[in-house]
């Protein structure tokens, strides 16, 4: 039986970094020793306006496509997890797919949260074992959360 084996990692995270102590000043409290002392956060990345979870991707993805020594035609399915989608339809792994003129690709989008990503690896090496047609997965994570939060929501942000 064939394994999957990763032969290209990549990452983006959004430029704009906002640190705990802008909510400390936009909520009027200190969220920030709450959130180092029981979730070890200090700073968190966030979208711009013009910024979605496709860009994300995007980047991340030609990353691993280029580390991974491959070009766009070798890519036989995109799998994207994420539940911050570009659309409702059709999948974020569609978009990629144009953006990066992956021609021979197939796509889909997962939606299983915080489990997305080992969700979709999951699903590639089952792809890799079952169906020999399938040589290269690009299996990518998008999250851009922060494009619906409400900044003056202590609870969410």
Same mark, same amino acid.
């Given at each position: 039986?064939? #394994?999957?084996?990763?032969?290209?990692?990549?990452?983006?995270? /959004?430029?704009?970094?906002? /640190?705990?102590?802008?909510?400390?000043?936009?909520?009027?409290?200190? &969220?920030?020793?709450?959130?180092?002392?029981?979730?070890?956060?200090?700073?968190?990345?966030?979208?711009?306006?013009?910024?979605?979870?496709?860009?994300?991707?995007?980047?991340?993805?030609?990353?691993?496509?280029?580390? *991974?020594?491959?070009? /766009?035609?070798?890519?036989?399915?995109?799998?994207?997890?994420?539940?911050? /989608?570009?659309?409702?339809?059709?999948?974020?792994?569609?978009?990629?797919?144009?953006?990066?003129?992956? #021609?021979?690709?197939?796509?889909?989008?997962?939606?299983?949260?915080?489990?997305?990503? &080992?969700?979709?690896?999951?699903?590639?090496?089952?792809?890799? *074992?079952?169906?020999?047609?399938?040589? @290269?997965?690009? &299996?990518?994570?998008?999250?851009?959360?922060?494009?619906?939060?409400?900044? @003056?929501?202590? #609870?969410? &942000?």
């Amino acid at each position: 039986m064939r #394994k999957a084996t990763i032969t290209g990692i990549g990452s983006y995270a /959004p430029e704009q970094e906002i /640190p705990n102590s802008y909510f400390n000043d936009l909520l009027g409290e200190d &969220v920030d020793t709450w959130l180092r002392q029981n979730v070890n956060i200090t700073t968190r990345r966030w979208c711009t306006e013009d910024e979605s979870v496709a860009d994300l991707c995007e980047a991340a993805a030609r990353q691993a496509i280029g580390e *991974a020594g491959l070009e /766009p035609g070798d890519i036989d399915l995109v799998i994207l997890s994420t539940d911050t /989608p570009e659309y409702v339809s059709p999948s974020t792994a569609s978009v990629i797919q144009d953006r990066l003129g992956l #021609k021979n690709a197939g796509t889909f989008d997962l939606n299983t949260a915080c489990a997305g990503f &080992v969700t979709a690896m999951d699903v590639a090496a089952k792809y890799i *074992a079952a169906d020999e047609r399938y040589q @290269h997965i690009l &299996v990518i994570g998008g999250y851009a959360m922060s494009k619906y939060l409400n900044k @003056h929501d202590k #609870k969410t &942000v």
